[in-house]
């Protein structure tokens, strides 16, 4: 059972299972396959902690930062993929190691409403959503779900809402996504903290550097994500017992094993796609910007999710109004609009055109900035995962956490094992 301090440190993440071979922490050199924002911070916190292990890191691309890329245009910026972090102390002791205090700010206050459209209307998203739900519904339902392996719709026990809020995490409609994923603080999966939460929510907030965030807001960097990444990848280019390999995929653990003449458990596989069944869905990612004056209508907010899969747009993001730091020329707003390609034909006109019903005609900028995938966490997901070999060990948002904050603390996880 993880103890208090552990609590305190890891908080809720403490519920998702951290898939290492318990040999690992013995390992003089560490190969860590994949140098998205999972590798790079496993390397960072175990190099730190012990320099007398060699950690060599694996990345097939030509650059570092797996799925987080910032574009930028003149003075138009925008997040490819994370654009800001929901409170953790992970995330805010990695922010602080990496000297990136300054350029860390709080979402701004007056950009936290939250809509979702259903059947045609905006309805704000608030404790009055709970009444669309219904509060006895959704009570038993949770009580249903302590069972395990059941899909978010079944948990949140209304179909568009609960779309809503999968749409938004993992580019999926709710039937498709296992609760005990998503949300496993309501499902209670894995271990239950010694202390009641309000308790420990208390120490928590107590132990953040920086600042302590506000309940409910979100935080982001300067300049966008892409500078976390920046600052992560110079740290490491110091520490002398790290080597990046660029360009260099790897077939298998075991491969890569026998090429450093190591154990399989000290390999940390930190990319997407090694476990059977993995599948995951594609989305494009559109900026769209207009002057102020033409989106005066659209209130201030973070954004709204679109469940109705007749539209070939899923969520706006309001990342402009969001943002602490600048996203856009003055006197302009600059909208994210997320594509899932199981709506749309690729006919990009049809994007623009029902962006123009949803904001305002004639952007001034209308460009897509690119693609992701996202893996795919079908019901039982969770059940599953103690059953994943670990012949070597499993990090990143491909295994059991999608968020960044997931990622981050899990890194800090591995290296309380050397
Ligand atoms: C559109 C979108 C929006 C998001 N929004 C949010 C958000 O708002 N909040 C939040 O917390 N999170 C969000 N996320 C999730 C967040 O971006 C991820 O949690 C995080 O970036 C995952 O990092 P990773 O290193 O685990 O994986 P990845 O970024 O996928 O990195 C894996 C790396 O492994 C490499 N690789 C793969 N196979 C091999 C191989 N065989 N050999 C060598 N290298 C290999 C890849 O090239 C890649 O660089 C979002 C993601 C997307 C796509």
């Not at 905006?122 to 949770?142: C, D, E, N, Q, V």
């Not at 059941?150 to 498709?176: F, M, R, W, Y």
């Not at 500078?227 to 490491?236: E, P, Q, R």
């Not at 077939?251 to 450093?260: F, K």
Request: aromatic letters at 6%.
């Amino acid at each position: 059972m993880p103890s208090l301090e552990s609590w305190i440190k890891h908080g809720e993440e403490l519920r998702r299972p951290l898939i290492a071979n318990t040999k690992l922490g013995d390992s003089e050199k560490v190969v860590i396959v994949g140098g998205g924002l999972s590798g790079l911070c496993c390397a960072y916190r175990i190099a730190q902690k012990r320099p007398d292990i060699s950690v060599v890191i694996h990345e097939r691309a030509n650059r570092l930062g797996g799925v987080i890329n910032t574009w930028q245009e003149g003075e138009w910026i925008c997040d490819l993929a994370v654009n800001a972090t929901r409170p953790h102390p992970a995330f805010w002791r990695l922010i602080n190691d990496l000297g990136l205090s300054e350029k860390f700010n709080s979402s701004r206050p007056q950009a936290k409403s939250r809509w979702v459209l259903l059947d045609g209307k905006s309805h704000k998203l608030s404790w009055r959503t709970l009444f669309k739900i219904g509060p006895l519904k959704l009570r038993k339902a949770l009580k249903k779900s302590r069972a395990g392996g059941q899909s978010v719709d079944q948990v949140i026990p209304h179909k568009a809402i609960a779309d809503a809020l999968c749409l938004g995490i993992v580019n999926e409609t709710s039937d498709n996504v296992d609760a005990d994923f998503l949300l496993p603080s309501l499902t209670k999966f894995g271990d239950n903290p010694p202390i009641k939460r309000a308790k420990l929510s208390k120490l928590i907030n107590a132990s953040y550097p920086i600042f302590t965030p506000k309940r409910g807001s979100i935080a982001s960097i300067e300049g966008g994500m892409q500078c976390l990444v920046d600052a992560l990848v110079a740290k490491l280019s110091n520490l002398e017992n790290v080597d990046i390999r660029l360009e260099q995929e790897v077939q298998s653990a075991q491969s890569v094993a026998l090429e450093y003449d190591i154990g399989a458990e000290s390999v940390i596989w930190a990319a997407p796609g090694v476990q059977e069944n993995y599948t995951a869905s594609t989305l494009s990612i559109f900026a769209i910007g207009y002057l102020d004056k033409q989106v005066q209508d659209v209130k201030v907010g973070y954004g709204t999710l679109i469940p109705d899969s007749n539209l070939p747009i899923s969520g706006i993001l309001h990342e402009s109004d969001l943002h602490h730091s600048k996203r856009c020329p003055e006197g302009h707003r600059l909208f994210r609009l997320m594509v899932p390609h199981n709506r749309w034909d690729k006919d990009e006109q049809k994007v623009l055109d029902v962006a123009e019903k949803l904001l305002a005609k004639d952007p001034v900028l209308f460009v897509k900035i690119g693609e992701r995938k996202i893996p795919r966490y079908l019901p039982g997901y969770m059940a599953n995962l103690k059953q994943l070999s670990s012949d070597f060990s499993h990090a990143g948002w491909a295994i059991s956490g999608v968020s960044i904050t997931h990622v981050v603390d899990e890194a800090e996880r591995f290296a309380e094992l050397f």
